[in-house]
């Protein structure tokens, strides 16, 4: 896909914020969701995503929506670095296929790394869904505490 074309209201995260699909959510408000990646690249790979805004990239997104996404990104990069202790964090955020981006609404990408461990290909190995859950009650238990 280019960076230029019309919203599919029917790509996965919309399919997420309209409850259609389940995710392992970390965090939510009225604009912003984050959910662990079914496909992470290392542990505590976090998707983080805006509700209302129907924007493929980062070109489409309304400014006040992009603030509101970063600063739950950046509120999720300190409980992530927090609980998990990593030796550095990436965060991400890709717009059209050359680029990388495979889900057509924009998100961004919070990748913990760790020191010797390098990053998987990203959505080639699925987490294990009881590996994903313990995860999540750890992160959720940080966030609210």
Not at 128 to 139: I, K, S
Request: overall charge negative; hydrophobic content about 45%; aromatic content about 6%.
């Amino acid at each position: 896909m280019s960076l230029h074309g019309d919203y599919d209201p029917q790509n996965i995260f919309a399919q997420i914020i309209r409850g259609e699909a389940p995710c392992y959510k970390l965090y939510e408000d009225d604009d912003v969701l984050a959910f662990l990646d079914l496909f992470p690249q290392s542990l505590g790979h976090t998707l983080v995503i805006p509700k209302r805004a129907a924007a493929r990239n980062i070109l489409e997104i309304d400014p006040d929506s992009l603030a509101r996404l970063m600063r739950v990104t950046q509120r999720l990069v300190r409980v992530l670095v927090d609980e998990l202790q990593p030796d550095g964090v990436q965060v991400a955020q890709f717009n059209g296929a050359p680029a990388g981006q495979t889900v057509f609404h924009i998100h961004m990408h919070i990748v913990p790394r760790f020191a010797g461990l390098g990053l998987g290909n990203h959505a080639s190995q699925k987490a294990e869904p009881a590996e994903l859950e313990a995860l999540q009650a750890r992160l959720v238990k940080r966030i609210d505490g």
